[in-house]
């Protein structure tokens, strides 16, 4: 090592080669900026990696919640560990093979609380037997709903601030209420409309930042991401090797 050469990411005289290099990447269609899920530090209101996750097994609850279907001609009872984000809810879902769903499949519920409609759709992610067989889709607050929201094309309805807050997609009576406190009260509202079936007791794995031991927040927000399929076509001169002569 030449410690005579050492460098801080930070320093100021590296700035204009961080800004050129970036600028030059972006002009060439190699990074790009797009919305994806990250592990979400409400206090620090920062994205944390991975290696900052820590996930214990903790006591929880398992809520089912009645959910009308729109023809009025039933209802399902779907079975979620956050009762708090079915206010950004864009489906619910069952496995394919469910016997017992299968009629259901391409009809609409109505999201209890908000009224509004969203589509039963099927997907194997689901497992059959766990809770009631019915799984509502989040993909703005939830990893692996995010990516059953990828695959079937359902919007991202993100009810939370950086701060872990309701924000203004929720109705007026949530909004700047906290997270867990928005969990009681829609527990609440839902138990007066009729809607909350049963409550059972759950372990379950909550991840929380190893600095803060904050509870991690799935969170949508605009990331950088580098294009790799388009690097790989580069040789190491910088000249595209898909380029034409």
Not at 48 to 60: I, K
Not at 182 to 206: Q, S
């Amino acid at each position: 090592v030449s410690w005579a050469h050492e460098y801080f990411t930070m320093d100021e005289k590296l700035s204009p080669v961080v800004t050129d290099t970036f600028v030059r990447l972006y002009e060439e269609g190699l990074i790009y900026r797009g919305k994806r899920l990250v592990s979400w530090d409400p206090v620090l209101k920062s994205a944390v990696s991975d290696l900052e996750v820590e996930s214990e097994e903790e006591d929880g609850f398992l809520w089912h919640i009645r959910y009308p279907l729109a023809d009025g001609t039933g209802a399902l009872d779907v079975a979620t560990t956050r009762p708090e984000t079915m206010l950004g809810d864009t489906a619910v879902m069952v496995h394919p093979e469910d016997e017992r769903y299968a009629a259901f499949i391409g009809k609409q519920v109505k999201l209890p609380i908000t009224g509004r409609l969203v589509p039963v759709i099927a997907d194997d992610y689901v497992d059959k037997a766990f809770g009631t067989g019915v799984v509502k889709v989040t993909p703005a607050h939830d990893q692996n709903d995010y990516a059953v929201g990828q695959r079937h094309k359902l919007p991202m309805i993100g009810v939370l601030t950086l701060d872990a807050k309701i924000n203004s997609e929720a109705p007026a009576a949530y909004q700047g209420l906290d997270r867990f406190v928005a969990r009681k009260k829609v527990v609440a509202d839902l138990e007066a409309l009729g809607a909350l079936v049963e409550v059972k007791k759950h372990k379950l794995m909550v991840p929380r930042c190893a600095r803060t031991s904050q509870v991690i927040e799935p969170m949508l927000t605009d990331q950088w991401f580098v294009a790799m399929t388009k690097v790989s076509d580069i040789d190491p001169t910088g000249k595209s090797i898909t380029q034409k002569a």
